[in-house]
């Protein structure tokens, strides 16, 4: 059996599309689903209980995306142990895959490849993500993206998730290369954000995770993010990516500023959360 947790903070909207994904081709038996609904004003919770066995719903007073994964492992039961974000859908064949991988022990941690689900997106976010998605940072097997997983020996490595914004860059970060594995073949679909204010949010998150990681956990894998060079020369030689190059420049140079004015004046807890790609059309 595979344990799957995912932690949902009014996230009503999707978790019916997480959890249909995630069931729908799943053996009777092979899944143990932990939806943990944290601090949620809505109807995430019920959404999730009609899905029935075997989804068990948990829910919690306080929002918080780490509180939902340190309850989530108390309550799972089985190893591989995967982590999903609400917002994300993936199938049985790939959580099968990845937990395929982690059971034979030739990593500890691993992760299906990422397809982002551009349809309803703005041309600007488009063009980011055409960029982002080709730079060798990513290419090379990015764990987390919404989805990653562990072993037993790989879950052994922490007692409990840290109170830390990006969670995945944490566990990224716990592993060297050659105990992480992107499984080919295999994919989560990731709903970016459909416009440019959602977008600088969840990059300006995901940077000001990456500078709280560095600060917290000094000398950690991942935590000291890209170097830029690779990355220079992978664009430069690349010229159908040419237009969208100012507008990756442009978030990028954006959202490191505003991450790192937030961590200059002490905002630990802001939540840049995206809901543009939990509501109908393009804003």
């Known amino acids: 059996m595979i ?3 995912i932690p949902a903070h009014n996230e ?9 994904a995630l069931l729908r081709d799943a053996p009777s038996g092979a899944l143990e689903v932990i939806v943990v609904c944290n601090g949620c004003t809505d109807h995430t919770a019920d959404v999730a209980n009609t899905l029935g066995d ?3 719903v948990i829910e919690i007073p306080v929002a918080s995306k780490i509180a939902a994964l340190n309850a989530g492992d108390d309550a799972a039961t089985s190893f591989p142990r995967c982590y999903v974000d609400a917002d994300v859908a993936v199938g049985w064949n790939a959580v099968q895959a990845v937990g395929g991988v982690l059971e034979s022990q030739q990593v500890l941690a691993a992760g299906p490849q990422v397809h982002f689900d551009l349809d309803r997106c703005s041309w600007v ?8 998605s080709t730079v060798p940072y990513f290419r090379e097997g990015t764990l987390g993206n919404g989805f990653y997983a562990l072993s037993r020996d790989g879950r052994s490595r ?6 830390i914004t990006a969670d995945d860059g944490y566990i990224r970060s716990l592993f060297t290369p050659a105990e992480r594995y992107i499984v080919p073949g295999v994919e989560c679909t990731v709903y970016p954000p459909r416009n440019v204010a959602g977008l600088v949010k969840i990059k300006t998150r995901s940077r000001f995770g990456t500078l709280e990681q560095r600060a917290n956990f000094p000398g950690a894998g991942d935590a000291h993010g890209a170097s830029w060079l690779p990355t220079i020369k992978h ?3 690349r010229p ?8 990756y420049i442009g978030v990028v140079v954006l959202t490191r500023l505003r ?3 937030r961590l200059l004046l002490g905002i630990q807890h802001a939540w840049d959360r995206d809901d543009s790609a939990r509501q109908g059309g393009i804003a």
């Open 259 to 261: 991450a790192r004015w």
């Open 54 to 56: 075997p989804v068990q």
């Open 12 to 20: 009503e909207a999707v978790i019916g599309r997480c959890l249909e």
């Open 235 to 237: 664009l430069l030689t």
């Open 158 to 163: 922490f007692a409990r998730f840290p109170k």
């Open 240 to 247: 159908s990516l040419w237009p969208g190059i100012p507008i």
């Open 3 to 5: 344990s799957v947790i």
């Open 125 to 132: 976010v488009r063009a980011f993500y055409r960029v982002w």
